[in-house]
């Protein structure tokens, strides 16, 4: 089973395991408009919770994508680089952005269990 998590600057993180799987939250896709392009971070780097990993540009701004737990990229959704569309039509699901391996699992106690508004 899957515990879903929030952080304030509204990803999302489902957890499997010690896999996080982490995206972006509805509200932040109705914020951006129409996604347009994502940068995704590199598989095999390890970053630290809070660091940037990745951008969303939409036809109204960009946003930095934050790593909401410490860990290491073990994949990136291909699918999302080649139609960022999935961002908006299905930001819970198909729309994920990188999976991580965690490295400190105590940190998703510092996440949140609903989203912000």
């Not at 993180?13 to 590199?42: K, M, R, Y």
């Not at 073990?74 to 965690?102: H, M, Y």
Request: hydrophobic share 45%; with cysteine; net charge negative.
């Amino acid at each position: 089973m899957s515990l879903i998590k929030y952080t304030p600057d509204h990803e999302w993180v489902s957890v499997t395991g010690d896999i996080a799987t982490v995206g972006i939250t509805q509200h932040a896709q109705d914020a951006l408009g129409d996604v347009v392009f994502v940068e995704l971070p590199e598989i095999g780097k390890v970053f630290a919770a809070k660091e940037v990993a990745g951008v969303v540009e939409s036809v109204k701004a960009a946003a930095d994508v934050y790593m909401p737990i410490s860990g290491t990229v073990i994949a990136v959704n291909e699918d999302l680089r080649d139609d960022p569309s999935l961002a908006n039509s299905d930001p819970l699901g198909t729309g994920w952005f990188f999976q991580v391996k965690l490295s400190n699992a105590a940190e998703l106690d510092a996440l949140m269990d609903e989203p912000c508004a």
